[in-house]
């Protein structure tokens, strides 16, 4: 950096210090180019630090439950109190991708992305697409815009001799945070634990979670090193076949699970290394049978995870998070820029 343009007196500065009329002593001279200097490296720092500030992003994920504007056939209109805390919670993360799940219509979504806007969060990208269960969608709020939109909403599959479609579908869109960098990104919702009289709702599940593979598989197979985030409510624990399904097998073709969880001052390993840490990372209350468990995931492509922040990757801990959603939010960091 040119000490003359970050400082437009400096010359002056100087030549004023050497001017036969002041007559400096060498001391004086050398005490004025210190402070030039110091004043030129703090300059240097703020400026680094904007333009590294710059070059990260985040991603988060959050099941707003039954974000809702007007009522369906089971389900009610979102409570104001439970709105306010939901925009309070996102506004926590700063995200600067967002993927929803239980999202009502494209009116909730946008009186949700407007709110967020007269808070400071300002997100005008949106997606929202509507699968087989026509109550609640996912979306994705975005500070970046979509150079593509891929929207999978009629994908079936055949269980036990009949025909079923995916509920929600999957939102899949690829996402430019600077010039020379971009990313995929595909949010699910799948199939919940409760029981339903058409199938077994785990078997569902598996169904489901076996689909989403096999998009996932198309994009490592056409782009091994591809930037690919998948993540959203998956509805299952992280040693089960649809969680183990959608991980994929051990290699470069696996999934990385991120694991927040929260920033509360946990950091000791497991004794046992091959065992995730005992901190709290559970993501969904679970009334009925009164548990706790982790069922949302942020999972990355091992070209994505070069660029993962691990200690900007967390579950967002607040008081009263139940007021807004049954589940709490997830985020994690990125560079923006291939490693």
């Known amino acids: 950096m040119c000490p003359h343009s970050a400082f437009p007196h400096s010359k002056f500065e100087i030549s004023s210090l050497t001017s036969p009329l002041t007559t400096p002593t060498r001391h004086h001279t050398k005490a004025a180019m210190n402070f030039l200097l110091l004043r030129i490296a703090i300059i240097f720092l703020i400026s680094t630090s904007t333009l590294l500030a710059a070059d ?4 988060a994920t959050y099941n707003v439950e039954n974000y809702l504007d007007e009522p369906t056939s089971t389900r009610r209109v979102k409570p104001d109190e439970s709105k306010a805390k939901v925009r309070e919670s996102i506004l926590a993360l700063k995200p600067d991708v967002i993927a929803l799940q239980e999202m009502g219509t494209t009116n909730a979504l946008l009186e949700l992305q407007a709110s967020l806007k007269s808070k400071g969060l300002d997100l005008p990208y949106w997606e929202h697409i509507t699968g087989y269960d026509t109550n609640i969608h996912i979306a994705i709020l975005s500070k970046f ?57 785990a078997e ?31 509805n299952d624990l992280h040693d089960t076949k649809p969680i183990k399904t959608i991980r994929g097998p051990r290699g ?4 990385i699970d991120t694991r927040p969880a929260e920033r509360n001052g946990d950091e000791q390993p497991h004794s046992d290394r091959r065992l995730a840490a005992r901190n709290i990372a559970w993501t969904h209350f679970y009334a009925v049978e009164d548990t706790y468990s982790r069922v949302d995931y942020l999972l990355l492509s091992h ?17 009263n998070w139940g007021t807004a959603s049954d589940h709490r939010p997830l985020v994690a960091t990125f560079t923006a820029e291939d490693k």
Not at 252 to 255: M, N
């Open 303 to 319: 070209g994505m995870a070069r660029e993962w922040n691990t200690n900007d990757t967390y579950v967002l801990s607040i008081p």
């Open 56 to 59: 990260t992003f985040r991603i």
């Open 145 to 201: 815009p979509f150079t593509a939109r891929h929207p999978h909403t009629n994908d079936n599959f055949l269980l036990t001799g009949r025909r079923f479609r995916v509920s929600r579908g999957f939102a899949e869109v690829e996402i430019k945070p600077t010039t020379n960098y971009s990313f995929t990104l595909i949010s699910a919702h799948l199939k919940s634990r409760r029981p339903v009289p058409v199938a077994d709702e």
């Open 204 to 234: 569902l599940r598996l169904e489901e979670a076996k689909i989403l593979r096999e998009k996932i598989d198309q994009h490592l197979a056409a782009d091994p090193n591809i930037n690919l985030v998948v993540l959203g409510d998956f």
């Open 252 to 255: 470069k073709k696996s999934l």
